[in-house]
């Protein structure tokens, strides 16, 4: 059945993909980490944490050696848009029972989405070391911590900006109760500048220059959830509801 899976997400993979080779399909090859170390600074700008991090961080190590940083963060976004387009994928390689042959394929797969954009193999080689150790279920968290990386090596530091889901219609029943249809909207572009701008002018910037990442959780019900480094400005419906239940909780 898993083997199916995998067949599937790898048939429809390449039928959606088509015959489309990115301007950057040329593959760079018969170099390793040790032939190509460069005289840059290979150590990663930010120190990451969980298991994702660990390799992400490694991953950095053994691009920077080969040159290679821009191209396997080139490499690494376009396997994240992959997850984004097809959540399946992220179902198969949580899998505890994939076989050598569907890590493989896999592979292969994966692979081909970069179009020869992976300098010296390095993602390759990479992907085959996550594949060995059972770790391939890391590799979007990886491509996300990757990112961050590459922003704190360019001197950019993340401003994520965390709105909730906004009910844009319902419908009336019989008891004329509202049933609200959650529905994901995204920030107004204005808003989000006046954001940036404002932050970019306090401490919380440190003076670089900031990457805008907004998202959307439910959870929070509504206001704003301001992360800046490791800062975190709460603004969020859910926090004043927490603040108000322990009032609550403490007075009685």
Same mark, same amino acid.
């Given at each position: ?33 040790a032939q190509a170390a460069s ?29 290679? #940083? ?5 490499? =690494? ?6 997850? %984004?387009? &097809? @959540? $399946? /994928? ?17 592979i292969q797969e994966l692979q ?58 319902? #419908? ?5 109760? =509202? ?6 909207? %995204?920030? &107004? @572009? $204005? /808003? ?61």
């Open positions: 059945m898993l083997r199916t899976q995998v067949r599937g997400w790898a048939l429809r993979s390449s039928v959606s993909r088509g015959n489309v080779v990115p301007s950057t399909a040329a593959f760079i090859t018969g170099r390793t980490y005289p840059q600074d290979t150590k990663p700008p930010v120190a990451l944490f969980g298991l994702d991090g660990t390799y992400a961080s490694a991953l950095y190590t053994a691009a920077a050696k080969t040159s290679a #940083l821009d191209t396997t963060a080139r490499s =690494l976004a376009t396997l994240s848009d992959v997850f %984004k387009r &097809d @959540p $399946k /994928l992220t179902v198969i390689l949580n899998a505890p029972t994939l076989t050598s042959s569907d890590k493989s394929q896999i081909r989405h970069m179009g020869g954009a992976d300098k010296g193999d390095t993602v390759k080689n990479f992907l085959k070391t996550l594949a060995d150790n059972n770790r391939l279920n890391i590799l979007e968290g990886v491509c996300e911590k990757f990112t961050t990386l590459m922003g704190a090596a360019r001197g950019e530091v993340d401003l994520i900006v965390t709105s909730a889901s906004v009910s844009h219609h319902g #419908l009336t029943g019989p008891t004329t109760m =509202l049933i609200c249809r959650p529905l994901a909207k %995204k920030l &107004d @572009p $204005k /808003l989000l500048q006046r954001l940036e701008t404002a932050i970019s002018k306090s401490e919380y910037s440190q003076g670089k220059k900031l990457k805008v990442i907004p998202k959307v959780n439910p959870d929070i019900m509504g206001g704003l959830v301001v992360e800046i480094g490791d800062r975190t400005i709460d603004l969020s419906v859910s926090s004043k509801i927490t603040k108000m239940n322990k009032l609550l909780t403490d007075a009685l």
